[in-house]
């Protein structure tokens, strides 16, 4: 439990008249709880019943068999249902999931780094996680407790670390009619804490000497009447710490841009001058300023009955610091008791039964044992035989009876095989119920396909999916909340101690945190390097480049140097063989080129040889063409000159000479034979 020692808890004027009166402040209290604890009281005696179940509670058959001796007697519980919760919580367990802020623009991602990198750190060094499986579980078996966010000053005065804490359902006060769970309609909320005068003075270390004046009231005002450490012995001994939320409103300042539509509220820096806002507005006279009233939260913290603090919440955001964790929420029953339940809620009366049914079949039972014998007084010798084995009764019987025999063995009745069968249904009848099959529960003894009990895992969570959804919307309002609280109390040197680096620019802006993050569930790892490590291998496993070096760095091991050097050695033993093979490779490659070169010159030889032969056969060919037409022409130019001298012949000795010329042609020719 952290302290609330900084400046909003000093000496001095503590209580702010702001809404009301100090003096109408226990009277607002009164109020708020006459009017709730009916509805309140209805869930947290269903809720203790629930716990009772859970536990194994012999007591509570007290309860329902009234002061019936004979169950009295036999106070057994054979507790079925538990395990059913157990499942649940252990799936939970196992698929933790860590708060991390997306971006919802393309140009967030150092941001939503930074942001991530702190939420991370926050909720280690807080043990979040445990916490919130801790409320998860109790949430299961009786329908709704609270996560609790503030700060501890112990180990740093001046920022203070976020603590989370698990409210059990019957340690605080709530609006009956609240139906969000980010109690954006919620009136109020009472946690009641019992502490020792020691650590009500850690928790308020400004009012040590008015604390040392008190004493304790002990259970005096008879409220929250089932808190476990009403059952102390010593709770004279004890102060009731109170922290009294309650829903009002405050005026805020705007600034408005006409020209954008857009609106922010001005918020105040200790760092920034007092006339920070009229210089801001001189130097952009379009913006308008207006005074609103916006819904807030504030706090009243009452120890001993007497008034501490009234004024703004230990995180100074304008909303609730709780969240509930809910297993089934009906807003809209008109009986609060139904409104919300656990699993156990209705496991109850199905575990009664069967519970009921298991004693009577133990009672069939051990009549088995007390079966005895029925025997004449004088026909056995010894009648210490009977008892050799120690068990069943004798009934002696005089002589001359109507007995079949000597001794006659007294059987006790045999237990009905429907008997037993009714009891298997109502073991059934508890799994049904919850939603929770035999292969959510590793129980399934049917011989199936491994992918039919997948798919009936798969529908036995679909059962249960609405509860697993209401504790991943719990998470991401948890996670606005400690961003909230980051934004207005973290100093900028303890985010740079945490980052190891200046933050973004607008990582304490209002509006970024707005409009550039979204804050969802991812998977769980214990740090943030762990989540990094995770992100890293699976970027690996869908085949994108990322260097061994970048996921030894986010890797968490032993002699984590070592390996490193081992790694350097390794890749450069690996860049001298590859350069060595690939000065080879060039060597070869150099040889091959100067091969290719050469043969390329041969083959250029031998083609301006062919050329060469090619243009040598085509003058040959000039040259016959040309001695062709020489003699062509000669041959003209002869006939030509015949012709001429043909001319120059008479042509009387022309027809002489060529009259002749047919004579001795016919002369020469063969005669025919005669017939």
Request: with cysteine.
């Amino acid at each position: 439990m952290g302290s609330y020692g900084n400046s909003f808890y000093g000496e001095g004027d503590y209580t702010d008249p702001g809404d009301y009166g100090n003096t109408h402040l226990k009277a607002m209290q009164d109020h708020y709880y006459q009017s709730s604890y009916p509805s309140n009281a209805a869930l947290w005696v269903q809720g203790s019943i629930d716990v009772r179940f859970h536990v194994g509670d012999q007591t509570l058959w007290s309860m329902i068999y009234c002061d019936n001796q004979y169950y009295q007697s036999r106070r057994f519980f054979f507790n079925l249902g538990k395990r059913h919760i157990d499942m649940i919580v252990g799936r939970q367990r196992q698929n933790r999931k860590s708060t991390v802020v997306v971006p919802t623009q393309g140009d967030s991602d150092d941001f939503c780094d930074d942001w991530n990198k702190v939420l991370k750190w926050s909720e280690d060094r807080d043990g979040f996680q445990e916490y919130f499986s801790e409320a998860f579980e109790g949430g299961v078996i009786t329908g709704a407790n609270l996560l609790h966010l503030y700060p501890d000053y112990t180990r740093d005065p001046v920022s203070g670390d976020l603590c989370t804490d698990r409210v059990f359902y019957n340690n605080y006060l709530i609006d009956p009619y609240t139906r969000k769970m980010g109690f954006e309609d919620c009136q109020f909320i009472w946690r009641r804490r019992w502490v020792y005068k020691s650590a009500a003075i850690a928790l308020l270390p400004g009012h040590a000497k008015q604390i040392q004046k008190m004493r304790p009231s002990g259970m005096k005002d008879g409220r929250f009447p089932l808190q476990a450490e009403l059952l102390n012995l010593d709770t004279n001994r004890l102060f009731a710490l109170d922290e009294f939320h309650y829903r009002t409103t405050r005026e805020a300042t705007m600034i408005i841009d006409p020209k954008t539509g857009e609106s922010s509220e001005w918020e105040e820096d200790e760092e920034d001058s007092p006339d920070m806002l009229k210089r801001v507005m001189q130097m952009q006279p379009w913006l308008m300023v207006k005074k609103i009233q916006v819904p807030t939260v504030k706090l009243v913290i009452t120890l001993g009955g007497h008034v501490f603090y009234h004024g703004k919440t230990q995180l100074g955001i304008d909303s609730y610091p709780f969240v509930p964790l809910y297993c089934y929420h009906f807003p809209d029953i008109q009986s609060y008791m139904w409104r919300l339940m656990g699993v156990w809620r209705n496991l109850r009366d199905a575990q009664f039964l069967y519970n009921m049914r298991r004693i009577i079949e133990l009672d069939i039972l051990q009549s088995q044992i007390n079966s005895g014998w029925l025997y004449q007084i004088d026909s056995i010798v010894d009648p210490k035989a009977f008892r050799q084995s120690g068990q069943g009764f004798l009934v002696p019987v005089k002589a001359g009876k109507n007995i079949n025999e000597a001794c006659q063995r007294i059987e006790a009745p045999s237990i009905p095989q429907s008997m037993i069968e009714l009891s298997r249904n109502l073991a059934e009848d508890i799994t049904k119920i919850s939603g929770v099959n035999e292969e959510l529960l590793g129980a399934a003894t049917d011989d199936k396909a491994g992918i039919l009990a997948m798919l009936r895992q798969g529908a036995g969570l679909t059962t249960l999916q609405s509860i697993f959804d209401r504790a991943d919307y719990s998470q991401r309002l948890y996670g606005k909340i400690r961003m909230e609280a980051i934004r207005k109390n973290f100093s900028k040197s303890k985010i740079t101690h945490i980052l190891g680096r200046e933050p973004h620019p607008q990582f304490f802006s209002a509006m970024a945190a707005k409009y550039n993050l979204a804050v969802e569930e991812g998977n769980y790892s214990t740090t943030q390097r762990q989540m990094e490590l995770q992100q890293l291998l699976h970027f690996k496993e869908l085949g994108m480049p990322i260097s061994n070096k970048s996921i030894m760095d986010a890797a968490f091991i032993t002699n984590k140097r070592k390996i490193l050097e081992d790694m350097q050695q390794a890749e450069q033993q690996q860049a001298q063989m590859q350069q060595a093979q690939m000065q080879s490779e060039n060597e070869k490659s150099r040889a091959d080129i100067m091969q290719k070169y050469a043969k390329t010159r041969s083959d250029l030889a031998k083609e301006k040889e062919l050329m060469a032969s090619a243009q040598e056969k085509t003058a040959k060919i000039v040259d016959i063409q040309a001695t062709a037409e020489h003699k062509k022409a000669q041959s003209d130019m002869d006939l030509v000159k015949m012709m001429i001298e043909l001319e120059d012949m008479d042509l009387a000795q022309l027809r002489s000479s060529f009259e002749l010329a047919e004579a001795i042609k016919q002369a020469n020719q063969p005669q025919p034979a005669s017939i």
